[in-house]
């Protein structure tokens, strides 16, 4: 049995990973670059030192990574909200 599936009525899922260049195009329109770039800079530690390391050198970001969820806490971003962002971002 084949099962169609309208995407209208069930949109797929938001991508689990998207290009560095995409995600900052996509914050840049949402009006969120600037904020996630103090954040990235006022994290303490080494914890704030691998954050910088990988947003300035990751090729890709990835939903799963703690980074992100310490980003979405941050700024106060709901998963729906992380989602619109990750589907912004994979049409750029």
């Known amino acids: 049995m084949i099962v169609k599936i309208d995407r209208e009525l069930n949109p797929p899922d938001a991508p689990l990973s998207v290009t ?3 995600a ?12 996630v770039n103090i954040a990235i800079q006022n994290l303490p530690g ?18 799963n990574r703690p980074l992100l969820q ?15 962002l990750f589907n912004l971002a994979a049409t750029l």
């Open 46 to 63: 080494s914890q704030g030192e691998a954050a910088r390391i990988e947003w300035e050198f990751s090729s890709t970001v990835e939903r």
């Open 20 to 22: 560095m260049r995409q």
């Open 70 to 84: 310490t980003l979405a806490v941050e700024l106060n971003l709901t998963e729906a909200q992380l989602d619109d």
């Open 24 to 35: 900052r195009l996509a914050l840049l329109q949402a009006g969120l670059l600037e904020q």
